[in-house]
């Protein structure tokens, strides 16, 4: 039997007007963007319906924003009693994935990931650190790439997002160092990411540690659906394992491209992605050809994906 998965895009996939046609058009969508208004005491969805790019892309505002669309999303998909096999997310997304399986509620990971996203934006000052797409070097490139530039301070792979596009981030000398080496060892290009958050090395540490003390006061739910880990990409054996492997994964590179071919082996012939955009899909398709991808972000969208899913 093949298998589904369901996929969800973290932090870069926002933009103004992101899930308006799902709440315009059914009520179990709206009742999660009223619900995440509810949780944060201040109306989150005027912001994510009509607000300003700079203030969506408030990293705080940005991370609750991104898993209530994606929470959305995947309640217009259950309408059609449309279930995974498994699930993942990409950094943030993991968080909505952790949702959807029963570990969280929506009242706790908003709430959660709003200052998830506060104490990320606080551990490195602004200006201090980078991030970089490598395209066109191996995974072992890369890491030697960071090795070399390891001198001019922190550089470490962020994300392995796909063959061929790695993103590695730091401090920001030793990232643009190790941009200049990899164009040297035929990367075939190196793009610097709009952010100075860099995600997923150990400068986040701080954010980490903080994270914990959040994660340590909630009471997790048991796991309906299984969920594959960015840090070891994995399944997340038990409930137990949430809180460690959240914490190391702020500081931890995403193994992104390693997780789909984990479900690839596993039976997953089909990924769906819910929420902003299609980012995930794209990787997929580059990791895995012969794999189908779907993605539900608006009414057009969700109806495509019903269709397809249900002739399969």
């Given at each position: 039997m093949e298998?589904t998965?369901f996929?969800f895009?973290?932090?870069?996939?926002?933009?103004?007007?992101?899930?308006?046609d799902?709440?315009d058009s059914f009520?179990?969508?709206?009742?999660?963007?009223?619900n995440?208004?509810e949780c944060?005491g201040f109306k989150?969805?005027?912001?994510i319906?009509n607000?300003?790019?700079?203030?969506?892309?408030?990293?705080?505002n940005?991370?609750?924003?991104?898993v209530?669309?994606?929470?959305?999303?995947?309640?217009?998909l259950?309408?059609y009693?449309?279930?995974p096999?498994?699930?993942a997310?990409?950094?943030?997304?993991?968080?909505t994935?952790l949702t959807?399986?029963?570990?969280?509620?929506?009242?706790?990971?908003?709430p959660?990931?709003?200052?998830?996203?506060?104490?990320?934006?606080?551990?490195v000052?602004?200006?201090?650190?980078?991030?970089?797409?490598?395209?066109?070097?191996?995974?072992?490139?890369?890491?030697?790439?960071?090795?070399?530039a390891?001198?001019?301070?922190?550089?470490?792979?962020a994300?392995?997002?796909?063959?061929?596009?790695?993103?590695?981030?730091?401090?920001t000398?030793?990232v643009?160092?190790a941009?200049?080496?990899a164009k040297?060892?035929?990367?075939?290009k190196?793009?610097?990411?709009?952010?100075?958050v860099?995600?997923?090395?150990?400068?986040?540490?701080?954010?980490?540690?903080?994270?914990r003390?959040?994660?340590?006061?909630l009471?997790?739910?048991?796991?309906?659906i299984?969920?594959?880990?960015n840090?070891?990409?994995?399944?997340?054996?038990?409930?137990?394992?949430v809180?460690?492997?959240?914490?190391?994964?702020?500081?931890?590179?995403?193994l992104?491209?390693q997780a789909?071919r984990?479900?690839?082996?596993?039976?997953v012939?089909?990924?769906?992605?819910l929420?902003?955009?299609?980012?995930l899909?794209?990787f997929?398709?580059?990791?895995d050809?012969?794999?189908?991808?779907?993605?539900?972000?608006?009414?057009?969208?969700l109806?495509?994906?019903?269709?397809?899913?249900?002739?399969?």
């Amino acid at each position: 039997m093949e298998k589904t998965a369901f996929i969800f895009p973290g932090q870069g996939s926002q933009y103004i007007g992101m899930g308006k046609d799902l709440y315009d058009s059914f009520p179990e969508c709206r009742e999660v963007f009223d619900n995440t208004d509810e949780c944060l005491g201040f109306k989150l969805s005027e912001i994510i319906f009509n607000g300003s790019s700079k203030e969506l892309d408030r990293t705080e505002n940005t991370q609750p924003a991104v898993v209530t669309v994606s929470l959305a999303a995947y309640k217009a998909l259950c309408r059609y009693n449309i279930r995974p096999h498994v699930a993942a997310g990409l950094s943030l997304g993991e968080y909505t994935a952790l949702t959807v399986s029963g570990a969280f509620t929506q009242s706790q990971v908003i709430p959660l990931v709003r200052k998830r996203g506060k104490f990320m934006q606080e551990a490195v000052p602004e200006g201090k650190g980078r991030m970089c797409a490598v395209l066109g070097l191996s995974e072992e490139k890369v890491r030697a790439v960071c090795e070399k530039a390891g001198r001019f301070g922190v550089v470490e792979p962020a994300n392995f997002n796909c063959p061929g596009q790695i993103v590695i981030g730091g401090e920001t000398d030793a990232v643009e160092e190790a941009a200049r080496i990899a164009k040297d060892e035929g990367a075939f290009k190196c793009v610097f990411l709009p952010m100075s958050v860099p995600s997923h090395t150990p400068m986040m540490y701080p954010a980490a540690i903080k994270l914990r003390e959040e994660l340590d006061k909630l009471t997790f739910g048991l796991m309906e659906i299984h969920v594959i880990s960015n840090v070891t990409a994995d399944y997340i054996n038990s409930v137990w394992e949430v809180n460690s492997l959240l914490y190391r994964q702020v500081m931890s590179s995403v193994l992104w491209e390693q997780a789909v071919r984990r479900m690839a082996e596993d039976g997953v012939r089909h990924f769906v992605e819910l929420g902003p955009g299609k980012t995930l899909s794209g990787f997929v398709k580059k990791i895995d050809r012969s794999l189908n991808v779907y993605h539900v972000e608006d009414k057009a969208s969700l109806e495509e994906t019903v269709s397809a899913l249900e002739r399969i």
